[in-house]
């Protein structure tokens, strides 16, 4: 049974930093990503990474304060949030998917975590 299981998430003063972390079982994956989505916004593509190591960036806003990592060994896939802002608020989630792929688009992926709640305060 495939499972993904995201944590990592919590409460942080603008300027701070979080990792998330999401853990997968049952299967290995080609493509392994994050995905927000802010109240009253629509899921966002944040990044994603291939099992060879070929990361993918969304907004600009965000390549330069996140860097998405994976272990291969440990099938978890990480998100390393770096000066957070408000508007990094939302809810993230991990998805992974079977096909390679840049992983850009939410249907690119076949699995999908919990989500795990990132507030940042101003």
């Known amino acids: 049974q495939v499972q993904l299981v995201d944590s990592g998430g919590g409460l942080v003063q603008g300027g701070g930093s979080l990792r998330l972390s999401c853990a997968a079982s049952g299967r290995s994956f080609a493509v392994m990503g994050w995905f927000r989505q802010a109240p009253g916004k629509e899921r966002e593509f944040v990044a994603a990474?291939?099992?060879?190591?070929?990361?993918?960036y969304g907004q600009d806003s965000v390549k330069s304060r996140f860097t998405i990592s994976r272990d291969n060994a440990k099938n978890t896939v990480y998100l390393q949030m770096n000066s957070l802002k408000p508007e990094d608020t939302a809810v993230y989630y991990c998805?992974?998917?079977?096909?390679?792929?840049?992983?850009?688009?939410?249907?690119?992926?076949?699995?999908w975590g919990r989500g795990t709640q990132v507030t940042v305060s101003s």
């Open positions: 998805a992974a998917g079977v096909l390679a792929g840049l992983g850009s688009q939410a249907d690119e992926y076949d699995y």
């Open positions: 990474i291939t099992w060879s190591g070929t990361k993918t």
